[in-house]
């Protein structure tokens, strides 16, 4: 046991996957560190893109319609942001807790994989109550939670794809 204790100081797969978790996490912490204004640059030009990719004809509109599909396409814009990229923080999280499930036992990795993300989306949505110009929204919570439920979808996904191929490899 004392030996295994040592060896996940050295263990790359364990020191890259709290990287990536941290890393995530300093990624989101920046974002809702932004102001409203610069939050809503950053998604304007998004929005640009894919306005001109779904309507070509988009300025040939009425001055509503074009203010309503720029208010629709900003909201699905913002909501799969949070969405993706707390499905990145699951997955990593997740991943983490492989990478320390072989120095340590851990139960319901999934479980606390998830309550960790979704810990971190409320706070997240705390923070942005000390960003000029922003709020924090509930259901915003409730959005970051299902992607980091959605990550470790994908994270369950991986492994059993990972496992099918090495079974199909030792046959």
Known sequence: MKNREKNWRRDPFYWG???LALL??????????QTAE?????????DALMISWLFPDF???SPEWQAEIRHRVDFFVRKTAHLLEFAALGF????????????????RPQLLSWGIGTFYAVTDELHQ???AGRA???????IDSLGVMLGL????????????????RNM
């Open 17 to 19: 996957s709290l990287t």
């Open 24 to 33: 995530l996490m300093g990624l989101i912490f920046y974002f809702s560190s």
């Open 38 to 46: 610069d939050s809503s640059a950053s998604s304007g030009r998004l």
């Open 59 to 61: 300025e040939r509109q």
């Open 92 to 107: 990593s999280l997740r991943l983490h807790l492989q990478a320390l499930g072989r120095w340590r036992e851990i139960r």
């Open 129 to 131: 109550f000390f960003s």
């Open 136 to 142: 924090p929204r509930p259901a915003d919570v409730g």
């Open 153 to 168: 979808l994908f994270f369950l996904l991986c492994a059993v794809l990972i496992r099918h191929n090495m079974r199909n």
